[in-house]
């Protein structure tokens, strides 16, 4: 990996990488078309990383699905897919992490303690072997992207984060591997974390500015579904993801939602264009 890498530099050709734990879906190859456009060689790696997950989650039944990814990868017009073992990465005696404090104690971090440490000495490793002048992730996992750019720029790495908006599904619920986990149930109460951001969504438009008042709408229509078990609801700074009081700058909406034993996450990105307009995305 490192050796083509070194060649299409050599070339003088842009290089962007999109990493992947594979079980790949539309988000995923989303990534990879604006790759495209943006950049003149892109890779991409699949690696379901044992780091990032605690000792009670899904690590052994997670969605592996190798044959279909580098299919679809090689459709999507991926030069090149890197696929380490576990040995390769974290070879016998591997000490040494690395942390983004602060930003990585909240929320995700706070439910999966040292997920983010996972992630960020990863991805640090994928960027050190492919040296990618853009790296592409996805919004659904906002609070990983901040980290993750955090510490590209503490450490002053050469890579740029990009980061894309949400791709979901017809019924609006975020595209993501975890989702072939869902009973047809499940599947269909799932959808209630989409309907959450949109009522915080609408609220926001209707002139609320209260966070307390956003999550308690929120928190409304998530407990009215029987399926499903709030981990967390709040309001958020887009930069720090500490709790805010109001919604006066840019800042997310997250979610955290048990539906069974599946866990999934979901957020709203809100903003002010001129003349304090707000602007949502979800």
Known sequence: MKEHARQARAEGRILGLVPTMGALHEGHLSLVQRAKRECSAVFASIFVNPKQFGPTEDLAKYPRSFEADTSKLAAAGVEAVFVPEPGEMYPAGFSTYVNVEGPSDRLEGRSRPGHFRGVTTVVLKLLQIAQPHFAYFGRKDAQQARIIQQMVRDLNLDSEIVVSPIVRES??????????????????????????????????????????????????????????SVDYAEIVDAETFEPVLRVSRASYAVLAVFLGTTRLIDNLYMDFGEGEAPLAQL
């Open 171 to 228: 019924d609006g619920l975020a595209m993501s591997s975890r989702n072939a986990y869902l009973s047809p149930d499940e599947r269909k109460a799932a959808t209630v974390l989409y309907q959450a951001l949109d009522t915080a969504r609408r609220e926001l438009h209707r002139g609320v500015r209260d966070a307390l008042e956003l999550q308690s709408a929120m928190r409304r229509v998530l407990e009215a579904e029987r399926l499903a």
